[in-house]
């Protein structure tokens, strides 16, 4: 495991040489050879600049130290344990993937720093890990977990369905990675479709993320199927190869809809993910609804010369501003204080949603509970439900370019 050291991070590990002792060490990590993680890290140092840049907190600057998971378990732990003895971490924050959030879980309860959490969906694994209050009180969690992402596409389609009354929707189908992320929502969907009209099925692949490349099981097996609906879950690295082996295949259903975390940087302009479906928490079109979006896009821009693609990216920005307003109102870094004050938290974040802490099924503080349904449309993502926060109408039904 390596201690990051880039762009993203310069300038924190500077602050550090700099104030000494008068810093708030927040110690995060993320799977830095993915690009969604990369621009959560670069959001979050981001926010740390402008709040140093502003004076800082309780008369402290921040200081963001960034460790890469790599996206294994024992990375992951020994992340935690570096910034927590060597590095001497206040706060803890970020995190990706499941299955490396649920190889933490132990060593975060060992030493119970107060967490702000941006990944891992997996109930399964991550929430079922920590269990109930008063045990897992240090934990907040931004991010859905994977019901509760299932049951916003659930509300989200019942409500298109209504809005249009050419779509249809009866048969389902999750083309899932093998993984954590993949199998646990794939889980979750079985059991959230189990006592509904839907019917649902689905089948794995190797994401191309751990080494994959062919996904023609999985599609042969949806192609069969004839779903209304299919779905694939995976990461970035699997968005053109899946959309490339099932436009070969001649397998178009009606509604093709991608959620990866993050998508591939040349996505806008790929005709081959055009019109088709996204799950996600923010698209360029939020910024038309939104100040706080738009400034954030605006700043990270001129910051990093180029746009995010990822919802990570203002998740975790607005993850670095949620901790600042709770050690201001804390006055400090004192466990019990910050966590009552982050139980207080209402921010208007860069997402269009306003973040508070509520009990989600299982821990006492969980974030974001509802994800957006949104549409490649000439070359961007554009919202389509929650309908207050649509940019576009639906075009249906789904077909590759020629």
């Known amino acids: 495991m390596k201690k990051i050291v880039v762009a993203l991070a310069i300038s924190a590990l500077v602050a550090g040489s700099v104030f000494g002792q008068n810093v708030i060490k927040i110690g995060a990590n993320w799977p830095l050879a993915d690009a969604g993680s990369v621009e959560a890290a670069n959001a979050a140092q981001l926010a740390v600049d402008e709040i140093n840049q502003a004076g800082g907190v309780v008369g402290k600057k921040l200081q963001l130290i960034v460790v890469d998971d790599e996206f294994k378990g024992d990375k992951g732990i020994a992340a935690i344990e570096r910034l927590v003895n060597v590095d001497k971490v206040d706060l803890l924050f970020g995190g990706y993937a499941s299955g490396v959030q649920a190889a933490q879980i132990p060593t975060l309860k060992k030493y119970g720093i107060v967490t702000l959490a941006t990944g891992a969906a997996s109930s399964a694994l991550v929430e079922k890990a920590l269990g109930p209050s008063p045990d897992s009180d240090f934990y907040f969690h931004l991010h859905p977990w994977d019901y509760e992402q299932g049951q916003s596409y659930v509300d989200g389609w019942n409500a298109i369905m209504q809005k249009y009354p050419n779509v249809k929707i009866k048969r389902i189908f999750l083309a899932y990675e093998e993984g954590a992320f993949g199998s646990s929502s794939f889980a979750a969907s079985k059991a959230l479709y189990a006592n509904t009209p839907f019917v649902f099925d689905g089948a794995s692949f190797k994401s191309a993320a751990s080494g994959g490349s062919d996904y023609s099981g999985a599609l042969q097996a949806a192609k069969e199927f004839k779903p209304d609906l299919f ?150 993502q554009q919202v389509l439900w929650p309908f207050e926060a649509a940019s576009a109408n639906f075009a249906y039904p789904f077909s590759f370019p020629k």
Request: glycine share 8%; charged share 20%; no cysteine.
């Open 231 to 380: 779905v694939w879950g995976g990461y970035a690295q699997d968005a053109i190869g899946i959309a490339e082996q099932a436009k070969a295949m001649k397998f178009v259903p009606s509604i093709f809809v991608g959620a990866p975390p993050a998508w591939p940087v040349d996505a806008p302009t790929n005709p081959l993910v055009q019109n088709e479906v996204a799950y996600g928490m923010w698209s360029p079109a939020i910024n038309k609804i939104s100040e706080t979006s738009r400034k954030f896009t605006e700043a990270y821009k001129v910051k990093y010369g180029k746009d995010f693609t990822s919802y990570f990216a203002p998740l975790s920005y607005s993850g670095i501003y949620i901790l600042a307003d709770a050690i201001k109102l804390a006055g400090g870094t004192d466990k019990a204080k910050l966590i009552a004050a982050l139980e207080k938290t209402k921010y208007a974040s860069p997402l269009g949603d306003t973040i508070t802490f509520t009990p989600s099924n299982v821990i006492k503080h969980q974030g974001i509970k509802v994800q957006k349904i949104m549409q490649w449309q000439n070359g961007t």
